[in-house]
Nanobody
């Protein structure tokens, strides 16, 4: 059974940093497009970043470029999102998701949809105070 488990969320002041992790269980961590999404209260879930597990292809949302970095440790079946220079508008529940490798072939993160992903974690809360 495929299971994605996020961790590492928390509360931080604006300008601070956090790293969230996603441990993947139940399938081989290869040939997938892994993604990070976030959802603020009352808003739709939005794509933040994506990475091809086979290496080389990364997508980043325009609002996080230059501040967030997506990475992975294939040996540990773990996905990471390093978040620097955090802003209050980064507040939300952060979810990791797994989808077909073709998702990462899209031109930009804005083209990636929630419906592109098959498996989801339970989410981890990130709160940024001003």
């Amino acid at each position: 059974q495929v299971q994605l488990v996020e961790s590492g969320g928390g509360s931080v002041q604006a300008g601070g940093s956090l790293r969230v992790s996603c441990a993947v269980y139940g399938y081989s961590y290869s040939n997938y497009c892994m993604g990070w999404f976030r959802q603020a209260p009352g808003k739709e879930r939005e794509g933040v970043a994506a990475i091809y597990t086979g290496g080389g292809r990364v997508l980043l949302g325009d609002s996080v470029k230059g501040r967030f970095t997506i990475s992975q440790d294939n040996a540990k079946n773990t996905l990471y999102l390093q978040m620097n220079s955090l802003k209050p508008e980064d507040t939300g529940m952060y979810y990791c998701a797994a989808g077909a490798w073709t998702v990462c072939s899209q031109g930009s993160m804005s083209a990636v949809r929630v419906s592109d992903y098959n498996y989801w974690g339970q989410g981890t809360q990130v709160t940024v105070s001003s």
